[in-house]
């Protein structure tokens, strides 16, 4: 759309959902009016229709009486939102008071296009173009509030899906983003082990640099590997008892439900993620052929990345891991 200082507005019209009224009684249009170019570029940008969960209210800036919102507003207040990024260019993004104010009818090509025309030329005919903006956030309850969350916001724009079972033993509070993240791609089986290499190039030798293995498989590097069992039984031997398993699934399993509380459950949940997170960096080096690491000197690794972790948690003030250095030298006995 060309720039001009007319009152074009380049947005599109969602006539399915209507807004709520704010506690002063003033109708509701979606952010990137009134936001700067680069909010406007930072929540469109990846996704299509674009959705975007802020919420304003009419003219910022416009000294006068507030915004009121009519017996049939049900008609007027529509969200609006940016058609595309790609179509907005920071000259036409222009505030609501410029727009009611400025606005003039003219013959549109877009049905789309005249509605907005048509809204707007009733609200300046019922003289509701005068007030403050208002910035107004959706939240989960669909209802639009002063108060801005990102988690509200990254609910509005995110696909959710159903919880997986094991998602507890993944995602906790107080981990390690890094290791979280690759134990996740471990347990959606996205990790480039030898067995996945070899379905992208036959050439491929899929062995497990580890132990010489025929075929490196994930359930092979997690546990069932001569090198990574050896990792595994010295760090968790004493912790997990008669639930010990060398199977990922099983263990995920067991960490995932109240079958360990606590700080105990707090530690092998740590545990875990830094073990498959040594692992597979020293299986990359060794695929690399850089120097190599006996389990030893991994076990003394994790060791100290366990210690490290739980002491930074307590100076942070938190007592939910009192205990935690006492549980964990005990276990390694």
């Not at 570029?41 to 009519?70: M, R």
């Not at 695929?287 to 003394?300: F, T, V, Y």
Request: proline share 4%; with cysteine; glycine share 4%.
């Amino acid at each position: 759309m060309p720039e001009s200082s007319s009152t074009e507005v380049p947005t599109s019209v969602d006539m399915s959902v209507p807004l709520a009224s704010s506690p002063n009684r003033s109708f509701c249009l979606s952010s990137a009016l009134a936001l700067k170019w680069a909010w406007a570029k930072i929540l469109l940008v990846g996704f299509n229709p674009p959705i975007v969960s802020i919420s304003l209210s009419t003219a910022h800036g416009f000294q006068g009486s507030k915004a009121h919102e009519s017996s049939d507003s049900a008609c007027m207040a529509r969200t609006l939102v940016v058609h595309a990024a790609s179509h907005v260019s920071p000259a036409s993004v222009q505030r609501v008071s410029a727009v009611v104010v400025n606005h003039r009818s003219r013959r549109r090509r877009l049905p789309l296009l005249t509605s907005i025309d048509m809204e707007i030329a009733k609200i300046k005919e019922k003289g509701q173009n005068l007030g403050h903006d208002i910035v107004l956030w959706k939240s989960s309850d669909n209802k639009f509030k002063p108060r801005f969350a990102s988690s509200n916001t990254w609910q509005q724009i995110r696909h959710a899906d159903q919880k997986v079972s094991w998602y507890k033993g993944v995602w906790f509070s107080d981990s390690i983003p890094k290791f979280s993240f690759l134990l996740w791609l471990a347990v959606r089986n996205r990790l480039s082990t030898g067995e996945r290499m070899l379905a992208w190039n036959r050439a491929v030798n899929p062995s497990c640099v580890l132990c010489n293995a025929p075929m490196e498989t994930l359930e092979h590097l997690f546990f069932a590997c001569s090198y990574s069992s050896q990792i595994w039984k010295a760090l968790t031997n004493q912790l997990l008892t008669r639930h010990y398993s060398l199977n990922l699934w099983e263990i995920l399993s067991s960490l995932s439900t109240p079958t360990f509380k606590g700080t105990i459950c707090y530690i092998l949940r740590l545990v875990l993620q830094a073990t498959v997170h040594s692992i597979w960096m020293e299986r990359n080096r060794r695929r690399h052929g850089e120097l190599s690491s006996s389990a030893e000197q991994l076990i003394k690794l994790i060791d100290r990345i366990v210690r490290n972790k739980i002491s930074s948690v307590q100076l942070l003030g938190s007592r939910k891991l009192e205990d935690g250095l006492q549980i964990w030298f005990a276990s390694r006995d």
